[in-house]
């Protein structure tokens, strides 16, 4: 188990995704509000705060953010067999929880996901995934609503016999009546294995109180009583303190948790830490909090994991791009961090990674299904996984008639991007339409699709479907490549052609579209394909791409 900072390595430089997977933080759409008192880094501190000590320079170790790009909120990692792991929020995207692994921090593989279909007692909102290793099992903490009319959020319990799994569900630890979010262990001074959480008190406008209780030796049930660390009280804070990860370095348990507003483009998020000489208390909250906020490039930063590799020490955490913000996601940064004279953390300047600092180069896709099974950075929406198979370098995806249809969705990188796709027209069956397409989630898409006969631009908006412009399809077309290019995040442009080299776009449908209805509240958008018809019917894409632009 990640107990204590020894058990960690950690370093970092680019990372290079061929296919990324997914996204949250912890709260209902109808309680994101914006908070007025945003914390900068020019705030001032009070009178007598010691000064920050001189953060760590090394130049051996290049920063170079994202090292997660794409929507990955809410990261964890820890170690195993000489091997980083880790993981992150996917939402109401499945498959559920990606597992990814990296010798250095710096370049990362997607090797698999915790779960392919939700657990028996859970149905949506999979957040905050822990990843945790105590001797030769792997376990994962994660959030998830449980099934039924006003069930609440609780903390669920997985485990494996290995990193990359596979997982056994092992249930709900807490689920109390307002919502319990964001699980991690922690042992206490006397090696006892503890469980540390949020109660989601602002789903219901009342305060965020971080709890501890024992966790049985299977890792099934919290037993004794609970106990309360801390809860926001402070004006930074807003209306919650969540995400918390301990360290115990020194004398002290240092907590690092995030306050405010976690998403959308309204958001005000910031990291906080405190400190104790036990796990259960009396816990003091730094007087130079927050500690992490705002740079030129990064935005609203917060819920992470402490990690550390050969002695230097970092903070895994999420954050949204200034430059593409929620229509890419809140994605996986690492910040340094030293130690200072009084015994706290420093993170240079208080600010998450800025224009100082390289900046990765965005991953490309390229898929053109020659493999024997669909890629792994391919999702889909939670609630309606859809049919599909390659074969023959082909993708094969089984059309349905609910909401837009099928979707398979590949995360974005950039505010700017060119997606394309080629799909065989002379094999759809009548009545079935299939195309590219950008997601939010099953109810808010945008997409160009084609039947055997007609080309169509769509949009569904919370439900409703409008038509945009539509041509017939010429009656000699086998098969029609197709385009979207987007920039700023939401201004989207579609464009299909026969050969791949003339361009032509639909009559009265040249102008930009606005997608910025497209992104839920905690998640970023997705460009994929679709195909809506009679179950039974399928369509076939021969190529995808996406291309990202800086």
């Known amino acids: 188990m990640r107990i204590t900072s020894a058990e960690l390595k950690r370093g970092l430089t680019l990372l290079t995704l061929s296919a990324a997977v997914l996204t949250a933080c912890q709260r209902t759409p109808k309680v994101e509000k914006a908070v007025a008192n945003t914390p900068t880094a020019t705030d001032p501190v009070p009178a007598g705060t010691p000064p920050p000590a001189t953060p760590p320079t090394d130049a051996s170790v290049a920063i170079v953010n994202p090292v997660l790009p794409g929507d990955f909120p809410d990261p964890s990692v820890t170690t195993a067999n000489n091997t980083y792991w880790a993981t992150a929020t996917t939402s109401n995207w499945g498959p559920i929880f990606p597992l990814l692994t990296s010798k250095n921090l710096n370049e990362w593989k997607l090797v698999g996901h915790v779960f392919d279909q939700p657990p028996a007692w859970a ?12 001797g030769k099992k792997t376990y994962i903490y994660y959030t998830a609503h449980k099934k039924g009319k006003d069930q609440p959020l609780c903390v669920g319990i997985a485990s494996a016999d290995n990193p990359a799994g596979p997982y056994t569900d092992l249930g709900p630890l807490v689920g109390q009546p307002d919502g319990s979010i964001d699980g991690f262990p922690m042992r206490d001074e006397k090696g006892q294995l503890y469980l540390v959480w949020k109660e989601d008190g602002n789903s219901q406008g009342r305060p965020t109180p971080i709890w501890a209780q024992r966790l049985n030796d299977a890792h099934t049930a919290l037993i004794g009583e609970q106990k309360e660390l801390f809860r926001n009280d402070v004006k930074w804070e807003g209306n919650l303190v969540e995400g918390v990860a301990m360290e115990r370095h020194g004398e002290y348990y240092y907590a690092f948790y995030a306050g405010n507003g976690c998403c959308g483009g309204t958001c005000t998020y910031a990291l906080g830490v405190a400190r104790s000489r036990n796990l259960l208390g009396p816990w003091e909250k730094y007087s130079r909090n927050p500690v992490l906020v705002n740079s030129e490039l990064w935005k609203c930063p917060g819920h992470g994991t402490v990690v550390q590799r050969n002695d230097h020490w970092y903070l895994l955490h999420h954050a949204y791009s200034a430059s593409s913000g929620e229509y890419v996601g809140r994605q996986g940064i690492l910040s340094e961090f030293s130690w200072g004279d009084d015994g706290w953390p420093v993170f240079s300047a208080g600010r998450t990674p800025g224009v100082a600092l390289k900046q ?13 099974t669909l890629d792994l950075g391919w999702q889909w929406p939670i609630e309606e996984k859809p049919k599909a198979d390659v074969q023959g370098g082909k993708l094969r995806l089984a059309a349905s008639p609910g909401h837009s249809g099928a979707l398979l969705g590949h995360p974005t990188y950039t505010a700017a991007y060119t997606a394309t796709t080629t799909l065989e027209t002379n094999t759809l069956p009548v009545g079935t339409i299939a195309g590219l397409v950008a997601i939010g989630d099953p109810d808010n898409t945008l997409a160009l699709t084609a039947s055997h006969n007609q080309l ?92 990202s632009q800086l």
């Open 123 to 134: 149905d949506y909102y999979f957040w905050a995934p822990e990843i945790s290793q105590e």
């Open 360 to 372: 990765a180069t965005p991953p490309d896709v390229k898929d053109d299904f020659t493999g024997k």
């Open 456 to 547: 169509q631009l769509w949009q569904r908006e919370k439900g409703k479907q409008k038509s945009l412009g539509e041509m017939p399809l010429p009656a000699t077309a086998k098969t029609v490549m197709l385009r979207m290019q987007v920039t700023g995040g939401h201004q989207f442009r579609f464009d299909w052609s026969e050969d791949g080299k003339t361009w032509q776009t639909l009559p009265n449908a040249s102008a930009p579209i606005n997608g910025s209805y497209l992104p839920p509240w905690d998640r970023g958008i997705r460009v994929g394909v679709v195909a809506r018809g009679k179950a039974g019917a399928t369509a076939s894409f021969e190529r995808f791409e996406l291309a």
